[in-house]
């Protein structure tokens, strides 16, 4: 299933997100606070796929403004794995539908599959199949991919941290 979303001008300066390891759960997460004053859905949105990978948008006001990755398809290490040169900088909203009361989140069935750099410091977050993608600098470290469809198709983390495990005592 494809999900809709679209890009606005960015009002106001990028917004920084820092992104973080739980290391009990292998979660890793980042969000910044979303400052758009229009309605939207507020809350979270689950992608999920069929091998049992989900990732959580964390959205505010409509505005995409973190992720979280809590289950991880297999990751693909990659030697030469670089951010698209091309980005906007921008929001990426998602659009505004009436509600029900209390209802603040969405699961979405998709494809979802994960390439990294060697080192582990960048990520790419694929939605289903590869394709022509307009890339929006969301933040600092926060890239989000939206196709020629208007269909959200990715998200890239940078200067991620690397994993430091519990050790086992």
């Given at each position: 299933m494809s999900m809709?979303?679209?890009?606005?001008?960015?009002?106001?300066?990028?917004?920084?997100?820092?992104?973080?390891?739980?290391?009990e759960?292998?979660?890793?997460?980042?969000?910044?606070?979303?400052?758009?004053?229009?309605?939207?859905?507020?809350?979270s949105v689950e992608l999920t796929d069929a091998e049992g990978s989900v990732a959580v948008l964390d959205v505010n006001n409509g505005v995409i403004c973190g992720l979280d990755l809590v289950v991880?398809?297999?990751?693909?290490?990659?030697?030469?794995?670089?951010v698209p040169v091309k980005l906007t900088d921008g929001r990426v909203v998602l659009p505004s539908r009436p509600s029900r009361p209390g209802v603040d989140s969405l699961e979405v069935d998709t494809t979802?599959?994960?390439q990294t750099n060697r080192n582990e410091s960048v990520f790419h977050l694929q939605i289903g199949p590869r394709r022509?993608?307009?890339?929006?600098?969301?933040?600092?470290n926060f890239y989000i991919e939206v196709d020629r469809h208007g269909g959200l198709a990715g998200f890239w983390l940078t200067n991620v941290p690397p994993f430091a495990p519990l050790d086992d005592e």
């Open positions: 809709d979303a679209r890009i606005e001008p960015l009002s106001g300066a990028l917004p920084s997100i820092n992104w973080r390891w739980d290391s759960t292998d979660i890793l997460s980042g969000a910044f606070k979303g400052n758009r004053k229009s309605g939207g859905l507020t809350g991880w398809p297999e990751v693909v290490p990659v030697g030469d794995l670089r979802l599959s994960v022509p993608v307009e890339g929006v600098r969301a933040a600092d």
